[in-house]
């Protein structure tokens, strides 16, 4: 034990939120970071747990939008969430995309490294979207390979996440909360748990959504995320798709109800990416959040 | 079941519209059809990339339409697909592609415009260096000025066109008023494209000015530039254009000038 005064005093970095970012749980919930909002976070301050930023939004080396990034990182706690990494793709890791999130990494100090349990490239050419993998053994493989690969270069633990998808491939899979559970154990990553995901994915693919909650282990899951979708209708039958450009719906809340009584209160993250509100409305779903997780942003001063 | 690497690239295939049956048997159909479920995704990948280029480009979306604009962005997405996860790279190639299309026609200055707006973009993501303190160039002899390589910083873009270029991208912001007819033939434009906190910004510089720039972005010597310049522009006064260069802080810091100082 520490031997000297110097040793035994805690290491406080001076940025804010930092002790409750050691330990996660006992953020309120936070926002998904975009640039309309810069601005008026850093003037007002905003009463969140804390940002979480798409990470390529940020690899530019310099400008306004990275200034505001580690000028609103002073303030809040904040993870970063990829969208690019193509994890689930055959096409070799882009090593430069690496790099660029590895520096990123190395300016912010999040709270979080996530990505998703996807695939985007193919022989070279990028869809710059999240497809979704068939879950069979040689997928596993994979990407457990391609976690571990991104773990090892980052020295940090991912956090995975699930996805909405349209469409599953016609070979044996096992579900996909197995083998999100399967890739966690594999590749000792995390799971970020998407819940308006798990409930598109089920209305789309017609299984219980409490199925995909009881089949993941409680200790894996680090994040949940919520948002909001819209339902398209598509030869005489609804599709569920995650758009990112509504309220979460009232059976996305009671999923998260679900959610918190599994897993616990977790660092919770409202996700709205199009046609984006005023700070006021992300902020009253936020609360929202934080009203039934029983956590609060004052838990993190 | 194909192996993973060959079902991604039929997707991948169908997609982008080149194989449109093949991955059809390794999709479950669930009530839709599976040519169906990847459309979703097909609608996807046009909307993003029409989305992208449509924030990099607000000039030339205005300038030919939304609709037009649509059809130039998937044939640009035909020939110039992502080749990045970052979809900050996807409009590099517009200019080029813009120019080869339009080569023979009286929409070329599209190209030009559109290399200004790319030129903008980069200016605003990239790296920040200290601009170059003139007062360590006291420290070198006169005899080794000629070797001196200046580089440009790298939020600096060099930008010129044979068309009126900068005008037309001003009269064409959202917030410009201005109905103005402007004649193409009122070029050539000679542009310093920069940033400043606050967003970029544009200098319109004179010819030779240019030309000096060029020459040391390219990476030439100062000695090597002036040659160049003086063989068409014999009366070129050198002291003033650099000053004008260390006014509008468009070089870099040269790491072995300060580290003498």
């Known amino acids: 034990m520490g031997s000297s005064a110097t040793a035994s005093k805690p290491a406080l970095s001076p940025r804010s939120g930092e002790r409750a970012a050691a330990t996660g749980r006992s953020l309120g919930a936070g926002v998904g970071l975009r640039a309309q909002h810069h601005a008026e976070i850093l003037s007002s301050r905003p009463a969140l747990g804390w940002f979480e930023a798409h990470s390529e939004n940020y690899f530019g080396p310099g400008g306004a939008h990275r200034e505001c990034l580690l000028s609103i990182r002073a303030h809040y706690p904040v993870s970063l969430h990829g969208v690019g990494l193509s994890m689930g793709s055959i096409d070799p890791l882009d090593t430069q995309h690496l790099r660029q999130l590895q520096r990123l990494v190395d300016d912010v100090e999040p709270l979080f490294v996530s990505e998703h349990l996807s695939w985007g490239s193919a022989g070279g050419r990028h869809l710059n979207d999240l497809l979704p993998l068939p879950y069979t053994e040689e997928a596993l493989r994979h990407m457990a390979a391609r976690v571990r690969e991104v773990q090892d270069v980052l020295g940090r633990q991912l956090l995975m996440e699930n996805i909405s998808s349209y469409l599953r491939f016609s070979c044996a899979e096992v579900p996909e909360w197995e083998f999100l559970t399967a890739l966690a154990h594999e590749s000792g990553c995390a799971i970020l748990l998407d819940v308006n995901n798990v409930y598109v994915n089920a209305m789309n693919h017609g299984f219980d959504p409490r199925d995909y909650l009881d089949g993941i282990p409680r200790s894996v899951v680090r994040e949940i995320h919520l948002a909001g979708h819209t339902v398209a209708r598509m030869q005489e039958r609804d599709v569920w798709i995650d758009t990112h450009s509504t309220p979460v719906c009232d059976a996305v809340w009671s999923l998260y109800a679900a959610a918190v009584q599994r897993f616990g209160p977790l660092p919770t993250l409202i996700e709205w990416d199009a046609d984006i509100p005023a700070m006021a409305t992300l902020q009253a779903e936020a609360a929202r959040a934080d009203s039934i997780s029983g956590l609060s942003h004052a838990a993190a001063a | ?261």
Request: aromatic share 10%; charged share 25%; net charge negative.
């Open chain 2, 1 to 261: 079941m194909p192996p993973l690497r060959e079902l991604q690239e039929l997707v991948a295939a169908h997609l982008f519209g080149e194989e449109p049956d093949s991955v059809l048997a390794w999709i479950r159909a669930d009530g839709i059809d599976p040519a169906a479920r990847l459309g979703i995704y097909r609608n996807n990948l046009q909307q993003g990339f029409h989305k992208t280029l449509g924030l990099e480009y607000p000039v030339i979306c205005r300038l030919v339409g939304t609709d037009y604009f649509r059809q130039l962005t998937r044939a640009f997405l035909e020939h110039h697909p992502s080749r990045s996860g970052d979809l900050h790279h996807v409009g590099a190639a517009f200019s080029s592609f813009l120019r080869r299309r339009f080569v023979d026609s009286e929409y070329l200055y599209l190209a030009d415009v559109a290399a200004l707006e790319w030129a903008y973009q980069e200016c605003l993501l990239a790296e920040e260096v200290e601009p170059l303190d003139p007062g360590t160039l006291r420290n070198v002899p006169a005899q080794s000025h000629g070797m001196l390589r200046f580089s440009l910083r790298p939020s600096c873009r060099l930008v010129q066109s044979p068309f009126p270029v900068l005008r037309i991208w001003q009269v064409n912001q959202p917030e410009s008023a201005a109905e103005e007819i402007i004649d193409l033939d009122s070029g050539p434009d000679f542009l310093l494209v920069f940033r400043r906190p606050g967003g970029a910004y544009f200098h319109r510089i004179d010819q030779d000015d240019f030309r000096l720039l060029a020459a040391f972005a390219a990476g030439s010597s100062l000695a090597e530039a002036l040659d160049l310049i003086v063989a068409s522009s014999p009366r070129f006064d050198l002291g003033a254009a650099l000053r004008r260069c260390i006014e509008w802080a468009a070089f870099a810091r040269i790491p072995s000038l300060h580290d003498t100082v």
